[in-house]
């Protein structure tokens, strides 16, 4: 009876988790319609901001923006954006992992001499660099607990601001683009200088548009340039906020039809070692009988 006793605190102690992974699908799915509506709200604004740049691409050939200067890329910042909590399947080490293949695979020598930087926007990916001994700036915990665009912008100011003094030639970034709640692409993006490939990209996608401009053209891209950049990583922030919604509530919905799997095996096998315990004891019972008849 001693296995039985096992068995049964086996099934209560699965009932227990799969309760609380149905409630954490059930908030994950909640919030992850909250953060599926702001990055949807965000894509239409960021593309014609990147339209926009594409039809004034003429215009950034003679600009005088330090964004748009490229360098020998001698040191390097990588943008890493993961999440303050786990429990989302592969979430945060996909990303990593895509982090330490653009480190091993493009930057291995700057690596080697120690110029490579790590941004971490989210706990997992700064504590995981941090234990390891990359050179981590800052501490970005805690923009998710308000995220807005001017919460992200301070981050994506100082990597401007220490790319224009010169302590980074080039700045990569790495997220996970949102597609759908089972489905998050990994992306690597180049955030600076910007990307001229991007801009021609924008030019030949959108239609010939004759801009009215004032106070000036050379003003105007001035000002699109750096506010181009700043979306760009708020939009990277908010598909990553998206992605790891949609990544806990497809992995606490497994991990419950998981658990479920496992109360049916376990109720198989108390059944069975019950049933198994009563045709003893009237194996005992019959046997002694016999006995005293006998």
Known sequence: MANL????????SVQSTQQITKAMKMVSAAKLKRATNAIVQLRPYATKLKEILGNLSASLEGSSSPY??????????????????????????????????????????????????????????????EKRGYN????????????TFENVTRITSSIMEGFEKGEFDKVELVYNRFKNAAVQILTTEQLLPLPKTEIAEGAAAAHAVDYIMEPSQEEIVSQLIPKS????????VLDSHA????????????????????????????????????????????????????
């Open 5 to 12: 006793k096992e068995v049964r605190i086996r099934i209560t």
């Open 136 to 147: 981590v700036i800052g501490n970005n915990h805690e923009v998710y607990a308000a995220l």
């Open 68 to 129: 748009i200067q490229e360098r020998e890329p001698n040191k390097v910042l990588i943008v890493v954006v993961s999440s303050n909590r786990g429990l989302a399947g592969a979430f945060n080490m996909n990303v990593i992992k895509e982090s330490n293949n653009l480190i091993s695979e493009k930057y291995s020598e700057q690596y080697k001499k120690g110029n490579v930087s790590i941004v971490a926007i989210g706990k997992k990916a700064h504590d995981f660099y």
């Open 229 to 236: 950049i700043k979306t760009q990583v708020y939009k990277a």
């Open 243 to 294: 992605s790891e919604h949609g990544a806990r509530m497809t992995s606490m919905d497994k991990a419950t039809e998981n658990a479920g799997d496992l109360i049916k095996a376990l109720k198989l096998s108390y059944n069975q070692a019950r049933q198994a315990a009563i045709t003893t004891e009237l194996t005992e019972i019959v046997s002694g009988a016999a006995a005293l008849n006998g």
